[in-house]
């Protein structure tokens, strides 16, 4: 390693420059222990962030193995710090929610060695500075002497050339004091380069070599013992920034460690996407109810179509289906079939003198329940039709007789003149049905041809193969410019106002969400703040900043996935009691969780939890390892 000139001022509040280091020049070598001696405030500790590419803010130059420092890359110098140079420090900087193999693995983890070799290398080197019993103890658990000997076996992990040690003793008593040095007096002797910077003159005699400075300047160079003698060849152990399996197990032991402020976070960010899901779930549970309701008078398979008719056009034909328009709709996809039609107003019924009047009067077609009938036959052959309840029960008290009977039936229309006709007929009553007089398109042509009228249909029943193909053949009839009426349209549209407001109620709850995400922000934002310190041990050990930052996207992304599990879990548990409760009521189940709002939630949870941790990764990213390692 060279050192040339190396000069370095710090810029006072005032914009005056305050000089630190003022041309410092050496040379070091492997199987050197190099003490730097001086008082505090000389400059050491800034000289040690340069040589272990902490800092690279400085004029003049380092060398190492014939590459300037001073040239290198970011991503260069993270590689420098990752593979050549290891740090021990004063204050030990071990990361406390990390077990000490743990500790010593996050090296290891940069490495190209296999997970069994990086424990198996881990273990040794906690067995090699007399660590083998406290593996699985954290730093917390440790004393001052033994947290130092863990930071020494992580400087070690990735068997670097070079050992800076930054007082290691000051935080120690006489006799760790002693067991540390000899430790790294060993280092040495393995033939690596330590430069050990001290203020005290017993520590500084451990090495060969002692340094003086003084005021920024180097006042002294002195060897007190040879050098120790360095193997010829080295081999390297290559290295590889930290994956991400290591960054996600990082993050995730982080939240382990904290378990308790994790779990209250997670169970906050649950509480938005429980009201979200619970909303949906609701929402496709009532619709389903209105359909189930509406199904059981209509059938839902079977949908009413006419022309669309501008107000106030007095055509009398201007609704009429005509075989252009049947051979359209029946060449519609999952159409299986389509029947013609026809309705009208003020249709009448005599039998014995007596009359019963249908407000609303159409042919009998698939969207008629057969279970709508009380008693006797759908009127499929001509000249029969099916009477209501109310009005058999105006001839006959006993309406159920009523079937068999003759009837004289009577309907007011206009014929191709405008001029009004009254068509008139006998028919046989083949049913009795709860709600519809009907007969058939066939026998309406009977009708009217008692008049010599010809009977256009003016409505269309298009019958679906299937319940799950109704809505898009609904969708392509609206398409093509028909207007669907009666059930299948009411259903429709009332679908569509239920789940309008579901949806509108679903983003008021998702408000909560918001709440959620500002408060992962805030949570990030303080664990920026706590784990400084951490984020500089991390860089001085050569993590890039990308793996900074997906170190905390990692936390991120795991309260987004519990909290959303979470959340799914009580909406599960909350469907069950609701759904118990209304089978009691109306014999339904109102919450109904689909797979399809299921996964609408974890994204939902993960990406918002995600969006939350872009300003918060990006500013731990961009800390400055110097000042992260310095922060208290």
């Given at each position: 390693m060279e050192i040339k000139d190396i000069r370095k001022s710090y810029q006072l509040a005032d914009g005056t420059e305050f000089p630190v280091l003022k041309g410092i020049s050496l040379d070091f070598n492997r199987g050197e222990f190099v003490s730097i001696l001086g008082e505090s405030g000389g400059g050491k500790t800034t000289l040690m962030n340069i040589l272990g590419g902490l800092d690279n803010h400085y004029e003049g130059d380092v060398v190492v193995n014939g590459q300037s420092l001073k040239k290198m890359s970011e991503k260069q110098l993270d590689n420098y710090r990752r593979q050549t140079v290891g740090f021990v420090f004063q204050n030990f900087n071990l990361i406390s929610h990390l077990t000490i193999l743990d500790n010593v693995m996050v090296g290891l983890e940069m490495t190209t060695m296999s997970h069994k070799e990086q424990?198996?290398?881990?273990?040794?080197?906690?067995?090699?500075?007399?660590?083998?019993?406290?593996?699985?103890?954290?730093?917390?658990?440790?004393?001052?002497?033994?947290?130092?000997?863990?930071?020494?076996?992580?400087?070690?992990?990735?068997?670097?050339?070079?050992?800076?040690?930054?007082?290691?003793?000051?935080?120690?008593?006489?006799?760790?004091?002693?067991?540390?040095?000899?430790?790294?007096?060993?280092?040495?002797?393995?033939?690596?380069?330590?430069?050990?910077?001290?203020?005290?003159?017993?520590?500084?005699?451990?090495?060969?070599?002692?340094?003086?400075?003084?005021?920024?300047?180097?006042?002294?160079?002195?060897?007190?013992?040879?050098?120790?003698?360095?193997?010829?060849?080295?081999?390297?152990?290559?290295?590889?920034?930290?994956?991400?399996?290591?960054?996600?197990?990082?993050?995730?032991?982080?939240?382990?460690?904290?378990?308790?402020?994790?779990?209250?976070?997670?169970?906050?960010?649950?509480?938005?996407?429980?009201?979200?899901?619970?909303?949906?779930?609701?929402?496709?549970?009532?619709?389903?109810?209105?359909?189930?309701?509406?199904?059981?008078?209509?059938?839902?398979?079977?949908?009413?179509?006419?022309?669309?008719?501008?107000?106030?056009?007095?055509?009398?034909?201007a609704s009429d289906m005509k075989t252009a328009d049947i051979n359209k709709l029946k060449q519609l996809k999952n159409v299986s079939s389509v029947e013609k039609g026809y309705f009208a107003q003020g249709a009448q019924v005599?039998?014995?003198?007596?009359?019963?009047?249908?407000?609303?009067?159409?042919?009998?077609?698939?969207?008629?329940?057969?279970?709508?009938?009380?008693?006797?036959?759908?009127?499929?052959?001509?000249?029969?039709?099916?009477?209501?309840?109310?009005?058999?029960?105006?001839?006959?008290?006993?309406?159920?007789?009523?079937?068999?009977?003759?009837?004289?039936?009577?309907?007011?229309?206009?014929?191709?003149?405008?001029?009004?006709?009254?068509?008139?007929?006998?028919?046989?009553?083949?049913?009795?049905?709860?709600?519809?007089?009907?007969?058939?398109?066939?026998?309406?042509?009977?009708?009217?041809?008692?008049?010599?009228?010809?009977?256009?249909?003016?409505?269309?029943?298009?019958?679906?193969?299937?319940?799950?193909?109704?809505?898009?053949?609904?969708?392509?009839?609206?398409?093509?410019h028909y207007t669907i009426t009666g059930a299948g349209a009411i259903v429709d549209t009332l679908n569509t106002y239920v789940q309008l407001a579901f949806y509108v109620l679903a983003g008021i709850a998702g408000i909560s969400l918001l709440v959620s995400a500002i408060m992962i922000i805030v949570v990030l934002y303080i664990s920026v703040a706590e784990r400084t310190q951490e984020i500089g041990i991390l860089r001085a050990l050569g993590v890039r900043k990308s793996d900074i930052r997906s170190l905390f996207f990692s936390e991120s992304f795991l309260i987004g996935l519990f909290s959303s599990v979470l959340g799914i879990i009580v909406v599960f548990g909350l469907q069950v009691l609701i759904n118990r409760a209304s089978q009691g009521f109306i014999h339904y189940d109102l919450i109904q969780l689909t797979g399809g709002q299921i996964l609408f939630g974890l994204l939902a949870s993960i990406l918002i939890s995600i969006i939350a941790a872009i300003a918060p990764a990006g500013r731990a990213a961009k800390l400055d390892p110097v000042e992260a390692l310095s922060h208290d």
């Open positions: 424990v198996e290398t881990a273990t040794n080197l906690l067995k090699k500075v007399g660590l083998e019993q406290h593996l699985h103890k954290h730093p917390n658990q440790l004393s001052g002497g033994q947290k130092q000997r863990v930071a020494i076996a992580r400087a070690l992990a990735s068997d670097p050339e070079i050992i800076i040690a930054d007082e290691p003793t000051g935080a120690l008593d006489s006799g760790n004091t002693h067991e540390i040095m000899d430790i790294l007096n060993g280092i040495a002797k393995d033939g690596k380069l330590v430069i050990c910077v001290t203020h005290s003159q017993e520590v500084a005699d451990y090495g060969t070599r002692i340094v003086h400075m003084d005021d920024g300047k180097v006042s002294q160079d002195e060897r007190i013992k040879p050098a120790y003698p360095t193997p010829a060849d080295k081999q390297v152990t290559p290295t590889k920034h930290l994956s991400f399996s290591a960054n996600f197990n990082m993050a995730l032991k982080h939240m382990r460690y904290n378990l308790g402020r994790n779990v209250l976070i997670i169970i906050g960010a649950a509480v938005g996407i429980i009201s979200v899901l619970l909303m949906l779930a609701l929402g496709t549970g009532v619709t389903g109810y209105i359909n189930e309701q509406v199904g059981s008078q209509v059938n839902p398979m079977s949908i009413q179509v006419t022309q669309k008719v501008k107000q106030g056009n007095d055509n009398p034909h005599q039998y014995d003198k007596k009359n019963a009047q249908a407000q609303i009067f159409q042919t009998y077609n698939k969207t008629m329940l057969k279970k709508d009938l009380i008693t006797g036959k759908e009127p499929l052959a001509e000249n029969t039709i099916v009477l209501t309840k109310d009005a058999a029960k105006k001839f006959a008290k006993n309406y159920k007789q009523m079937v068999g009977k003759q009837v004289t039936f009577y309907m007011n229309t206009v014929n191709d003149q405008k001029q009004p006709v009254i068509l008139k007929q006998t028919l046989t009553v083949s049913g009795i049905s709860k709600s519809s007089m009907a007969t058939s398109f066939k026998t309406m042509q009977n009708v009217f041809a008692t008049q010599n009228m010809t009977l256009a249909p003016n409505f269309a029943t298009v019958n679906v193969n299937n319940l799950s193909n109704v809505k898009s053949v609904q969708s392509k009839i609206k398409a093509d």
